[in-house]
């Protein structure tokens, strides 16, 4: 045997035996937790470069979802099933999928442990599990979307088809819309199917017998002051009463009861309201396997911590994160995983190659603002929550050609471009339609 082979076969011995579970590490030289927006967008890339066998993601569910549909599905304009693709035809075929949850990251022999006690080690790692949503934080949730046909929830795949047989229920009372006191994905997503109810159910008749309330754990109605500027408008059209700082904490289904902390009171004060149609967002946090894990690699709120522009972990320079699981401060949605995944792919590329990263994403994010059946507010903004516009016409005005590229264009973009890693967001767009103009 040639030394060389001899060496070779010796790292396969020491990586096969030094698994305490008795099982095999395998090796991959790019490993993604994660087959969401951000993994799957960056898996194709990788797997477009790397080609087969280099690439492993570790992702557990079935399908993968469109969920930036589930508002639609919730008002009734499309189907849950529009939103699903199996996982196995959205994950790249050069790549090796481990259908297993990761358990446990080892950042400092390069290893993760996934459910099944398998250990997988890697040259370089990309984490992208999203953001946990949290219905048992709030008492009596879980039991009340199982057993009230009125409390629904756009934010779960198991619940967001009762939303729709809600609205059509509905025959009048206090109808209330909450905001979780945590960060959330789609900030927007709490209000956009308050509006759409309230066209609802004004085309139903029942909206002169009732009270929407919009009970928000925030002191604004949104983040970015120019859009907040135009929501307040819609909501004193629609009639719709904004409550600030009040973050649901119990629902009590057999009273029908929902009761929210007020969070400016220091004496930690109640206040209950009757409803009679709840939509809730639930609390959400980074993942428990983030959260929870031994090593160094989140910052103190278990949200995986790294450089902001660059997307290269702070402290491990072989891993990388993107989307909802991550530090970065802005806005959690699929438009801001468009903007980052082409970054993050550049980063991963030069550390590949011994450079620095030098990207520098801007925070770029998006929120469709669905304001009605016919209407939406494209919301773009960057970290400052400055306004990034696409097109060369005031996008904080409601329009129905926003709402046609919301509906109708948007769902293509991400099923064949984005998820193909072939779309790093609009910047390239804007740029050409604001030729002559500041930004
Ligand atoms: P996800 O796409 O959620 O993917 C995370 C993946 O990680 C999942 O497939 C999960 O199964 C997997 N995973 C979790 N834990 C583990 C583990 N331990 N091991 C392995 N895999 C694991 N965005 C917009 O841009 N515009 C919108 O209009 C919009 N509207 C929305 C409306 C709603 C109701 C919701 C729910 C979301 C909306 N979003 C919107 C947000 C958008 O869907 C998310 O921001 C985006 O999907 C985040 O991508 P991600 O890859 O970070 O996470
Ligand atoms: C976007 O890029 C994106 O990802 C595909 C979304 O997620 C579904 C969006 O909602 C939006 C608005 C964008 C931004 C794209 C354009 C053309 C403004």
């Known amino acids: 045997m040639s030394s060389r082979a001899g060496r070779a076969l010796f790292v396969q011995l020491v990586r096969k035996y030094s698994n305490a579970s008795g099982k095999d590490v395998k090796h991959y030289k790019l490993v993604i937790a994660g087959g969401g927006t951000g993994g799957c967008s960056v898996a194709a890339r990788a797997c477009r470069a790397l080609g087969a066998g280099k690439v492993a993601v570790i992702e557990p569910a079935e399908y993968h979802y469109y969920q930036p549909m589930w508002t639609l599905v919730g008002a009734g304009i499309k189907k849950v099933d529009q939103s699903a693709m199996p996982m196995s035809e959205v994950l790249p075929k050069q790549c090796d999928r481990h259908k297993e949850h990761v358990s446990a990251f080892d950042p400092d022999n390069n290893t993760v442990t996934l459910s099944n006690g398998q250990k997988i080690s890697y040259d370089y790692l990309v984490i992208a599990l999203g953001i946990q949503i949290n219905l048992h934080k709030v008492d009596g949730l879980v039991e009340a979307l199982k057993a009230d046909p009125m409390v629904c929830c756009n934010y779960v795949r198991d619940t967001v088809e009762k939303t729709y047989p809600a609205l059509q229920k509905f025959q009048g009372g206090t109808a209330i819309f909450t905001f979780p006191n945590t960060p959330i994905k789609c900030a927007g997503a709490p209000q956009k199917i308050m509006y759409l109810a309230d066209e609802f159910w004004r085309k139903n008749g029942v909206r002169d017998k009732t009270e929407i309330l919009y009970n928000t754990s925030l002191g604004v109605i949104f983040g970015v002051k120019k859009y907040a500027a135009s929501l307040l408008e819609v909501a004193k059209k629609k009639d719709i009463k904004v409550n600030y700082k009040r973050n649901l904490v119990a629902v009590d289904h057999n009273k029908k009861l929902a009761t929210f902390k007020l969070l400016e009171s220091e004496s930690g004060e109640e206040e209950t309201y009757k409803y009679d ?70 980063s991963l590329k030069q550390v590949m190659a011994g450079q620095s990263p030098d990207g520098q994403y801007d925070g770029y994010t998006s929120c469709p603002l669905i304001t009605g059946y016919h209407s939406c507010i494209l919301a773009e903004f960057d970290f400052d929550g400055q306004p990034l516009e696409t097109f060369p016409f005031n996008q904080g005005k409601e329009r129905r050609s926003m709402l046609h590229l919301k509906r109708d264009v948007m769902p293509e973009m991400y099923w064949r471009m984005l998820l193909t890693g072939r779309w790093g967001g609009p910047k390239p767009y804007r740029k050409i339609m604001h030729l002559g103009m500041s930004r």
């Open 277 to 346: 149609f709840l939509h809730v967002a639930p609390p959400m946090s980074a993942p428990d396997t983030l959260k929870n894990s031994t090593s160094p690699i989140t910052d103190a709120a278990g949200f995986l911590d790294v450089n902001k522009e660059t997307l290269q972990h702070n402290k491990y320079p072989n891993i990388f994160g993107l989307g909802d699981c991550t530090s970065v401060p802005t806005s959690k949605t699929a438009a801001a995983v468009a903007g980052q995944n082409k970054i993050l792919y550049r």
